[in-house]
């Protein structure tokens, strides 16, 4: 059994009170107990060993060197992917072939330092990112540094500039200058028809 615990104050409070209340109760089922081995927190379903019970233990000592290891089975896809840069027109095309091979669209976010919506977009299309993980690959290129070749070659005249290639070829794109929930949404509808 696996325990995921943010504080390990919390479940040291849940496993106290529930060994006091088994305790006081005179049942005979049989209850969990942390036990301590390596500084790691293991669960015991034995009834005759219980940790709490130890009298030679403070409780301060108890709280101290108790640790919980968490195993989350379910988080397994990330929520945010942080975005690639692409800093030159080798990259780009280096991005491109590997795209172009496994036939994925490729999703670039074209913004600058000073912007204040493409600093304000990169975090959310992070978040987007992790929704696509293994089907489409997010990059962003800072246009104030790189060479303005890379620039002319993506036809960027305004910021944030987000635009989908495949197979080697800009298909569409969407310029971030209204509110940033409905640039998702477009993303997102821009996204489903090249999939």
């Not at 293994?134 to 060479?147: A, E, G, I, L, P």
Request: aromatic share 8%; proline share 3%; net charge positive.
């Amino acid at each position: 059994m696996a325990v995921s615990a943010t504080n390990s104050r919390l479940l040291y409070r849940e496993i106290y009170s529930r060994d006091q209340q088994q305790q006081s109760s005179s049942s005979t089922s049989v209850h969990c107990s942390l036990m301590v081995n390596n500084g790691v927190g293991l669960l015991s379903s034995s009834p005759t060993q219980s940790f709490w019970s130890d009298s030679t233990i403070k409780r301060e000592d108890r709280r101290r060197d108790v640790k919980v290891k968490a195993f989350w089975d379910t988080a397994k896809s990330p929520t945010s992917i942080v975005l690639e840069p692409i800093t030159s027109t080798e990259q780009l095309d280096q991005v491109l072939a590997e795209a172009q091979e496994v036939s994925h669209p490729v999703i670039i976010d074209w913004m600058a330092n000073w912007c204040r919506k493409c600093i304000y977009l990169k975090p959310k299309l992070e978040k987007l990112s992790a929704e696509y993980d293994t089907r489409v690959k997010f990059y962003y290129v800072d246009v104030n540094s790189v060479s303005q070749v890379l620039v002319k070659r993506g036809n960027i005249s305004k910021m944030p500039t987000i635009q989908l290639w495949k197979d080697g070829e800009m298909k569409e794109e969407v310029i971030g200058g209204h509110k940033a929930w409905q640039v998702l949404d477009e993303i997102r509808e821009m996204i489903q028809k090249y999939l």
